[in-house]
């Protein structure tokens, strides 16, 4: 059973920086694109920032430059760091992985437990 568990989040207060993380575990063919979104309440879940097989990355354009995405030399943990935080950044932040179990099987997305990132004074 594959699982991303993820970490960090929290309170911060504006320009501070947080780190989130999300490991995989279990049983893992190949992992294809690793990816973090937001959602607010009301609204649809945002896309933040990819990183592919390779270690391509991208951005949405409210994040360039503020923040990170990178993965460790396994490539079963993905990070995002946080700098210059605003408090539109407020809201919950989800992983999201593509993985192949087996070499039999179809490409499947996998998403973490969501965690609350507050940026507030």
């Known amino acids: 059973q594959v699982q991303l568990v993820q970490s960090g989040g929290g309170l911060v207060q504006p320009g501070g920086s947080l780190r989130l993380s999300c490991a995989a575990s279990?049983?893992?063919?190949?992992?294809?694109?690793m990816a973090w979104y937001r959602q607010t309440p009301g609204k649809q879940r945002e896309l933040v920032a990819t990183i592919t097989r390779d270690g391509t990355t991208n951005y949405a354009d409210s994040v360039k430059g503020r923040f990170t995405i990178s993965r460790d030399n396994a490539k079963t943990t993905v990070y995002l760091q946080m700098n210059s935080l605003k408090p539109e950044d407020t809201a919950v932040y989800y992983c999201?992985?593509?993985?192949?179990?087996?070499?039999?099987?179809?490409?499947?997305?996998?998403w973490g437990q969501g965690t609350q990132v507050t940026v507030s004074s």
């Open positions: 999201n992985a593509r993985f192949q179990v087996t070499a039999s099987t179809l490409p499947h997305d996998y």
């Open positions: 279990g049983t893992i063919f190949r992992i294809y694109a």
